[in-house]
């Protein structure tokens, strides 16, 4: 199943599709290893809370939650 969803990774680079995103990361033997050792590496380097997960926004303020909620009702 070919998918028609775009994208870039964490280099700029630009991908047609998921399965061009795989083609690229598989290793000689076809498989993604390196592609899980890396997201793994960067998992193991964030802090283990609401805040590293989301990358520095572990906080919303109340009017944040105001806004989106009022978006959300439109």
Not at 54 to 63: A, E, K, R, V
């Amino acid at each position: 199943m070919t998918s028609n969803l775009k994208g870039h990774d964490s280099t700029g680079r630009e991908f047609t599709s998921p399965e061009e995103l795989w083609a690229v990361e598989a290793d000689e033997d076809g498989k993604h290893g390196n592609w899980y050792n890396k997201a793994v590496s960067y998992w193991d380097k964030q802090e283990a809370s609401y805040n590293g997960v989301l990358g520095g926004y572990g906080y919303t303020s109340d009017l944040d939650i105001r806004d989106s909620r009022a978006l959300l009702l439109k």
